[in-house]
């Protein structure tokens, strides 16, 4: 994958301590690029800060912990320090505090961290404890290689990882991300890696179907779906749409439907009133004839009605959430 690797195993406090400071090095040395850090082994959580375990650990008392281990946080802020344009950590290492009384205190975990530009996976949840498996891998870890060599961004893997670990140990584990970074990122090109939209990872033009609007930075699925959803089926069909090789799809609010709304109308014979408010990147495939799309706002304090908005009229009202309308996704 064009990595160079710098590994270390059963590290000691010292040996452990120097890896970190030779990955931060390298980053620094080179301005492109992708930084990935992978931690596998004990980490707990102290007073909100995350620390890394090291093999030669003796401490009788959890308040020595930070005096005898290393913090995750610091190493996710050198390395957006670096400048690279995405810095991925994978931590693997959500492991029982033996410090911490089950009766006053939660049992372990690794406290929720993330950084801007940086994409960072956690092999459980904020808090919980993750398994180690009866094998050479923890069930994480086997998901993660298992999903490594798909052709998928990597918002796509890390669903993924989360289905198959939450199903391997009957939902007692379930992996999180927190995603701050922009644009998409492969780890494994898709086949078509020879188009010029494609380059070093990072998918840099965009499907047909989709359009970025040049006014707002809004990303947009075109009107091309024309079947109708209540409004928990329009969240979930955006949640679960793919499309321009992008996974992070939502339903965006009155405000953001908005802003491809326009103030005067184009002819559009689709149309029951023969004219539509959108704008013209996105009309042509506009063949609705009642051109009404959710928004995820709520109406006013009542959430069982949302806002509607009719590019038929360039108008928004409310509606009943069990109502059908169109849907048109945003990232």
């Not at 990882?161 to 494994?188: A, S």
């Not at 038929?312 to 048109?328: A, C, E, I, M």
Request: glycine share 8%.
């Amino acid at each position: 994958m064009g990595f160079k690797v710098i590994e270390g195993y059963n590290l000691s406090a010292l040996a452990l301590d120097d890896r970190v400071m030779e990955f931060t090095s390298l980053l620094r040395a080179k301005k492109d690029g992708v930084g990935l850090f992978y931690f596998a082994g004990h980490g707990i959580e102290v007073g909100g800060v995350n620390y890394l375990i090291p093999s030669d650990i003796r401490v009788s008392n959890q308040k020595y912990i930070p005096y005898k281990s290393t913090p995750l946080n610091p190493i996710i802020e050198m390395m957006n320090e670096t400048g690279k344009r995405l810095n991925i950590a994978i931590l693997d290492a959500c492991r029982e505090n033996p410090f911490t009384s089950t009766r006053n205190n939660k049992r372990g975990g690794l406290a929720s961290f993330s950084a801007s530009g940086t994409f960072v996976a956690y092999s459980a949840e904020s808090g919980k404890l993750a398994e180690d498996g009866s094998g050479n891998l923890s069930p994480f870890a086997e998901s993660f290689i298992k999903e490594l060599d798909r052709p998928q961004t990597i918002e796509r893997l890390f669903k993924n990882v989360r289905t198959d670990v939450h199903t391997k140990t009957g939902g007692k584990q379930t992996p999180e991300t927190k995603n701050l970074i922009m644009g998409d990122f492969y780890f494994k090109l898709p086949e078509e890696s020879q188009d010029p939209s494609l380059h070093s990872g990072f998918r840099v033009e965009r499907s047909q179907n989709i359009w970025r609007d040049p006014d707002t930075g809004y990303t947009w699925q075109k009107p091309i779906d024309n079947k109708e959803y209540n409004w928990r089926e329009a969240v979930q069909y955006c949640e679960d749409l793919e499309l321009g090789g992008y996974s992070d799809w939502r339903l965006p609010s009155r405000g953001e439907l908005r802003t491809i709304m326009t103030e005067n109308s184009y002819p559009n014979s689709k149309s029951y009133s023969g004219k539509t408010y959108i704008k013209k990147p996105l009309l042509e495939t506009m063949t609705m004839k009642y051109q009404i799309f959710w928004t995820a706002t709520k109406y006013n304090s009542d959430s069982s009605y949302s806002w509607v908005l009719s590019f038929n009229n360039g108008n928004d009202v409310s509606s009943n959430r069990s109502g059908s309308w169109y849907v048109l996704c945003l990232r």
